[in-house]
């Protein structure tokens, strides 16, 4: 049987070349290789936007067709929410009673959000709790492996740890998730620092072509170029880094380093060798984006067969849990 592969993402709303090239890019080679799951963390959202869920219906909406406008498959994917599917927070609660709390407090990732985001009260149960939440999304379905950045690594750690601790108790009833660690290049934004949508900086995939044009027309370049006249270097170039890594093939990166290091050519040139092939690959992304706004009940119906595929297996997961630990 093939492998099971289980991935979520917070619903963020209309989604960046970040993601693209990050997470999607990714996503859309393993649904060729594996079962995949692919859900939206909904209620993790509400980890940190408790306070302001407002808008969590349209970015739900946005996502998923930006996932579906990308390729992402629901003939080949299992796509769904995770708030459609109640056993997460059944197992949820059964993983919270065996879950150590030096473990939740040690978590790297916990502290440093607490400490970057300032303008939240993240010092919740339902914060910390983050890592126990996303462990149950994973082995619900008993997923053998999970692509997640390196920034998702403690994370997976946590969740390897838990279901050992899981299994010490009750029974071998779950595998251990393996992390398939995404290589995530570079992507950054037009202020040259990561892209994210909370900087501002993003070039989403369904900016209109003009607008997109503009953002990467006036993105940040190697500020060593102040005059025409001065050189500059592309490894210092969030531009070049960006766009021309991933875009652009080898003469004209040639073309780029030779122009660039000589001041022979001026950045707005260097950028207009790359722009066309960017709006290029946005086109088709776009022309199916128009197709699924047209057709919202087409998403619902994605979305309702995806919950009932993975509530079969949800269910059947929790028959078993139920019963190791002597609750049935
Ligand atoms: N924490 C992930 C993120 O921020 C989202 C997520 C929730 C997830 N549950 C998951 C990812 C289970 C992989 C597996 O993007
Ligand atoms: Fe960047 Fe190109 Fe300008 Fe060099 S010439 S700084 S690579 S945009």
């Known amino acids: 049987m093939a492998k099971r592969v289980l991935s979520g993402m917070r619903p963020t709303g209309k989604l960046h070349f970040g993601h693209y090239h990050g997470v999607l890019a990714n996503w859309l080679k393993l649904q060729n290789e594996y079962e995949c799951f692919f859900f939206v963390a909904d209620w993790h959202a509400l980890t940190t936007d408790y306070a302001n869920p407002s808008n969590i219906k349209d970015n739900i909406r946005e996502m998923v067709i930006d996932w579906l406008s990308v390729g992402i498959d629901p003939s080949k994917a299992t796509i769904f929410r995770q708030s459609a599917i109640k056993e997460h927070a059944e197992l949820h609660v059964l993983l919270s009673m065996i879950t150590p709390l030096p473990w939740l407090e040690r978590?790297?990732?916990?502290?440093?959000?607490?400490?970057?985001?300032?303008?939240?009260?993240?010092?919740?149960?339902?914060f910390l709790g983050y890592p126990v939440l996303q462990t149950s999304d994973i082995i619900i379905y008993k997923a053998n492996k999970v692509p997640v950045g390196i920034d998702q690594a403690p994370h997976l750690e946590l969740s390897r740890e838990i279901t050992r601790r899981f299994n010490h108790f009750y029974?071998?009833?779950?595998?251990e998730p393996e992390t398939l660690l995404t290589s995530i290049p570079k992507v950054l934004g037009t202020d040259g620092r990561k892209m994210s949508k909370s900087y501002n900086n993003s070039i989403f995939l369904s900016d209109?072509?003009?607008e997109a044009e503009k953002k990467m027309l006036t993105m940040m370049t190697d500020t060593a170029r102040k005059k025409r006249t001065d050189t500059?270097?592309?490894?210092?170039?969030p531009f070049y880094q960006t766009f021309h890594s991933l875009y652009s093939d080898e003469k004209t990166l040639e073309w780029v380093k030779e122009g660039c290091t000589t001041a022979s050519i001026g950045c707005i040139e260097c950028k207009k060798s790359v722009i066309p092939k960017v709006l290029a690959a946005l086109e088709p992304i776009q022309?199916?984006?128009?197709e699924l706004e047209a057709d919202p009940a087409r998403i619902a119906e994605i979305l309702n067969e995806g919950t009932k595929k993975a509530s079969a297996v949800a269910r059947e997961t929790m028959t078993?849990?139920?019963?190791?630990?002597g609750l049935e």
């Open 107 to 126: 978590n790297p990732t916990y502290k440093e959000q607490i400490e970057a985001i300032k303008e939240k009260d993240l010092l919740t149960f339902g």
């Open 320 to 325: 078993h849990v139920r019963h190791a630990m």
């Open 208 to 210: 209109p072509p003009a």
């Open 287 to 290: 022309l199916k984006r128009r």
């Open 171 to 175: 029974g071998e009833v779950f595998p």
């Open 232 to 237: 500059g270097s592309p490894d210092l170039c």
